[in-house]
């Protein structure tokens, strides 16, 4: 949630009709001037202030002036403009000047010089405008100094987007702490932060809104959304149906809008007396992120994109219709700054506060690539990177694509904010621990912030612009940092811890925090490639990627949620791991990283192999990272079955299908995990030939690829598209495959296909 304030003009003109003395007319682009012999008070108390507000010395032509105060022109501070507002620029405060020159940045020919130090202008168009003011001294000798006026439209949009953080009118900001099961919030008091109060909250809290002064949560792993009184340290909650995956949340009056990401839903919950869910309005697969547009509809993201675009939907709350919008596909090739792709893990959208601007940052997937699909290899950097894509707001939601910015050496952006003026953009780079500053205006990146903190997750800024809050994620804190001015490089002024104690084993933290970093150069090269990037929260990101150039084929990404431990067996589709700590691989090859190991202990004996000697209880970060990975033992709840979590009838039907003989399902998935993966000796798993092999998919290990791993069922829900390959788009189209490789489906009519489908994606 943003809160803009009442627009002040500085240094704008009041009401006298002005004069023209000994200068002309001259026209701005979208803009006019004229002169004027009137001028603000209080000119005269230039400081290093004035001087140090961000302007550029155009000109520097000194002598002896035979004076006693040195030429130097101030031309005033940078300060902010409505468009078609008269604005007053006034050099008074000048040193050593007996003339005065404007010069405007349109191209157009600047008055003589003159002794009045002041121009009138205004601008009709928005934009950043830098008018020169030169300074004359009695010997002829000059100075010119700049000047910035940023010019906007008023605005017109208080912006309501889901975020891991919110901020209230008085600078209070409210976190929530996914992994302590914590909400937290931070006090501005002046130009001091503080720790508010701390509180528990139910299981897995993802977002967070305030509802005046209540904290509406969404928490995922419980499907509950729960409604803080923080002056009370108590909260109400309101049950969700079974694998609703609550995740983003906004408050509009006295409702709050939910995005329920297993339904692909959005819940209306009223907030008034006892809060209860009142409605659940179909919205868009996957649903994650919600904002609420200035004309009363609510933007909702798609997660993880189809391969042919990025997806959000516009729902009008009132009458449940909805309008697709796509983010379209970059066909570009790959380079070392740019690279093509599906804009996909969509978490936020974003609104500015003039109305007529929105942005959704995202990672960029380059999957039309790879030695296989279009014969070039992937490097670090051709893979996937940090994009941000342009919306415009009038009358719905539509891509501008050509505004469309890549960040070199920056993997996913996580989050946004708009300034209050809506012209910077600052987006959390979450694997390269970075915030990017973007002028709205030009596109163009307008300063950074670096070491942020572990996986920046969330961003606010203050009512006033001055202090951006940084959620960092895995460093447990609240960063605060002073962005009134990036001359130079903004550094924390307050740091607020979000947990009073660690919530993982120091061991697991640890993974943690490598499995979701890609800035340290052991992780990976120039910062763009981490775990997470494929398995953000652990899940699968939907991408079918080909992995040709590591002697493998196309593959589609297997979830992590449900794999940890050893339980599972080997690992990917061709059982080319067999441990965890076999990504170290991945790490010195495709991340190009220098690896959690030690060189010579990575190529001891056959370690560097991914079957080789053990890699375990060799390096205390590679432990950490499969400690971590270990601890991701749970399925999600799927949200085909029945509110109480119980089956539906149709699969029950299924369920009987699937156990009985005929057709033979229980041969290969088997077991409480469903699946007979498992080395019958050292390097030799169980594979199966089940018809899906191809051309494309291609070797095991740079050798025959002779069958497939046999993946869990569990979760199936949650993870399209299916086999190895990403052919099948849904569960029913491996059931009507023809030649009964997944079971002997042929014999069964479409109405019980259809009850075994309902039966494998209810598995949780």
Known sequence: MRRWPVAVLLCVACGDDPTAADTDPATTSGGSTSGSTSSTSGTSEATDEASSSGSTSVADTTGTTGQSEPLEAIPGEDRYALAGETVLLDGSASTGAVLYQWTLDDGSRPAEPSDDPTLQISWDTPGRYRPVLTVFDAQGNTRSEDVTITVTFEPSHAPE????????????????????????TVERRGDGFALGVRVPTCARPRTVAWWGTQAVVSCQEDDQLAVHDLSAGTYETVPLPWGSRPFGVVVVGDDAFVSMQGPGAIGRVSLEGTPALVETLPAIDDARGVAVLPDGRLGVTRWRSPDAEGQLVLLNPQRGEREPVSLQFDPQAASDTEAGGVPSYLAQLLISPIGDLAAVPSLQAN?????YVNGEDFSFETTLRGVVSYLDVAGGLSEDFTRRRHFDNRGLLSAGVFSSRGDFLFLASRGSRAVERVDTFTGAQAGAILDVGFAPEGLALTADDRYLYVEAFMSREVVVFDVSSFAVLPTPIATIPITSEEPLDPQVALGKVLF?????????????????????????????????GRGEGVRNTITLLGHGGDAHGPMHWSANFDEVHDFENDIRGPQSGMGLMADEDFEAGTRSEPLGDAKAGVST?????????????AFPRSP??????SLTPQAEAGQALFESATLGCTTCHTGPRMTDSAFVAPGEPVLHDVGTLTEASGQRLGGPLLGIDTPTLRGLWNNPPYLHDGSAATVLDVLQSAGDEHGATSALSDAEREQLAAYLLSLD
């Open 516 to 548: 979701n970093d890609s800035f340290d150069v052991r992780l990976s090269k120039d910062g763009y490639m981490a775990c997470a990037h494929c398995h953000l929260d652990g899940e699968s990101d939907r991408r079918t990627w080909d992995f040709t």
């Open 367 to 371: 999957i039309d690539h790879g030695a």
């Open 640 to 645: 085909y079955r029945e509110a109480d979590g």
């Open 621 to 633: 970060e590679l432990d950490a990272l499969a400690a971590y990975v270990s601890t991701l033992e």
């Open 161 to 184: 987007q889901s975020s891991t953080i919110d901020i209230d009118a008085n600078d209070i900001a409210v976190v929530v702490s996914p992994d302590a099961d914590e909400l937290v």
